[in-house]
């Protein structure tokens, strides 16, 4: 049973989806930081991401944080009708980290469908327009620079790319009901303050290179910009703009990508070939670096921890770095 609270929403009253996710976890540590007097209720899929996540909380210096136990692919996000019906009355901000284009095509809409309605209900029985944050992909923002005019004629590269661009184009139409921004990080990778999750399949597309057609290097195309951020550097700028939602005009999309440009397919070739003592080919026709997508975000950071600055070379290179270490060991 959730505690009471009043409408007086002096501090955020909080709805994280995605905890058992790296990503979620990083922005439930930024939101403690940044907001130590509000509550965040973490919605998790299945009791064994719940008791996966129970430990992290409990080494929490911050007891405000509560474990709900539903699913955004029910209706009602899985919840029981008290539980729910206390969203509704108390949460005035929702971060949707979950990722759930694991999930077949139609939950992975359903499962953002259900949280739409959930903010409809909070504008209409809460009588109040709640801040929601999405994360989406940067593949929307290529995709949203071609000019698409008709969706059903334009052939998406994968089913992620169309399902990120679907769901979009709902938030969007939920204008009238929230303040919501959307977050479009390119590349997540795991934590580079602490050990690399090596099971992370991102870091295993980047690392399995002696497997045709299983490096990231050749499952992209080879004239595409390279382009990893690390995960603190997302979750920060993610705190960061609800910390200003106030300020920040509604409907606003962010690009967070490496602020110094980005990585071309030759240079990362060029990493890969150094690091492994392997012989891949360049074959890209595109040599220059391109800066189309760099960092378009609110850009309050000053760029002083090293966590923050690294580009994709970099990361690219500690990645490997790392990897071929755990070999050796």
Do not use: W
């Not at 499962?111 to 801040?131: T, Y």
């Not at 967070?256 to 440009?261: A, C, N, R, S, V």
């Amino acid at each position: 049973m959730l505690p009471h609270t009043s409408n007086n929403h002096t501090s955020k009253d909080i709805l994280l989806t995605g905890l058992n996710e790296f990503l979620g976890k990083s922005v439930l540590e930024e939101l403690l930081i940044k907001f130590p007097t509000s509550r965040i209720f973490c919605l998790l899929d299945s009791k064994t991401q719940k008791l996966s996540c129970e430990k992290l909380i409990d080494n929490c210096a911050y007891k405000n944080v509560k474990l709900l136990d539903g699913n955004t692919s029910k209706e009602h996000l899985g919840l029981c009708k008290e539980d729910y019906m206390f969203c509704v009355e108390s949460i005035n901000c929702i971060v949707h980290c979950e990722d759930a284009s694991f999930k077949s095509k139609i939950n992975s809409i359903q499962s953002n469908i259900h949280i739409l309605d959930l903010i409809r209900n909070i504008e209409q029985l809460g009588n109040k327009k709640p801040a929601f944050l999405f994360v989406s992909a940067a593949l929307p923002n290529i995709l949203e620079n071609k000019e698409i005019e008709n969706d059903a004629s334009f052939n998406f590269r994968n089913t992620y790319e169309e399902d990120k661009f679907t769901i979009e184009k709902l938030i969007k139409s939920y204008e009238d009901h929230c303040h919501y921004f959307i977050v479009r990080p390119s590349t997540i990778l795991a934590k580079h303050s602490g050990e690399y999750d090596l099971g992370d399949e991102n870091i295993q597309a980047l690392i399995n290179v002696n497997k045709e057609n299983h490096s990231l290097i050749n499952v992209l195309s080879r004239d595409a910009l390279y382009d990893f951020v690390t995960v603190e550097y997302v979750s920060k700028n993610i705190v960061d703009i609800l910390s200003n939602a106030k300020t920040i005009p509604s409907s606003t999309i962010f690009n967070i990508t490496d602020h110094k440009g980005g990585l071309t397919h030759t240079h990362a070739v060029e990493i890969l070939n150094t690091m492994f003592k392997i012989s891949l080919k360049d074959e890209s026709r595109n040599k220059e670096k391109n800066t189309q997508y760099s960092c378009e975000n609110i850009q309050k950071y000053v760029y002083e921890n090293d966590i923050l600055t690294l580009n994709s070379s970099e990361i690219l290179r500690r990645v490997c770095q790392y990897y071929l270490d755990k070999q050796k060991n």
